[in-house]
């Protein structure tokens, strides 16, 4: 499984839209990914607050990564989010999704995004199906 980790490391830094959103990996393990992003103006909506697709975004990379180190390849079957705070631009952002099942058919997870002071943000959970 480290190789997994490995290949899914070196495969995330050629990954162009996170690197286009400022993605950063942190941490990765079997069934656990954490990610960062900082908050830029660009991302605020017209009610002053940062835009729900790109709290979406850093958690689905979470998501993307935790899966993949258990189940390579799959795929999203559902993603549902709960934003519970407003971000704000000068925040940065922690995704961390943990794998709370993996079968042979489905892969459930959970991930929760907070900021630099570990307000929470948002919850969200994700269900992918393997490709093989």
């Known amino acids: 499984m480290d190789n997994e980790i490995e290949r899914l490391k070196e495969l995330g830094k050629n990954e162009q839209i996170a690197s286009f959103l ?14 960062s992003m900082e908050m830029k103006p660009q991302y ?11 709290i979406s975004a850093v958690a689905d990379q979470a ?26 631009e000068k925040d ?12 042979k058919r489905v892969c459930i997870s ?3 995004v907070t900021n630099q002071e570990n307000k929470l943000i948002a919850v969200a959970t994700g269900t992918t199906i393997p490709l093989t």
């Open 22 to 35: 400022g993605m950063k990996l942190i941490e990765l393990s079997t069934g656990y990914a954490r990610v």
């Open 44 to 54: 605020v909506n017209f009610n002053g607050m940062i835009f729900g697709g790109i």
């Open 63 to 88: 998501f993307a990564y935790a899966t993949n180190s258990v189940i390579t390849p799959n795929v999203a079957s559902q993603f549902n989010i709960h934003f519970i705070a407003a971000a704000g």
């Open 92 to 103: 940065e952002l922690f995704a961390e999704c943990r794998v709370l099942k993996k079968g």
């Open 110 to 112: 959970e991930i929760k």
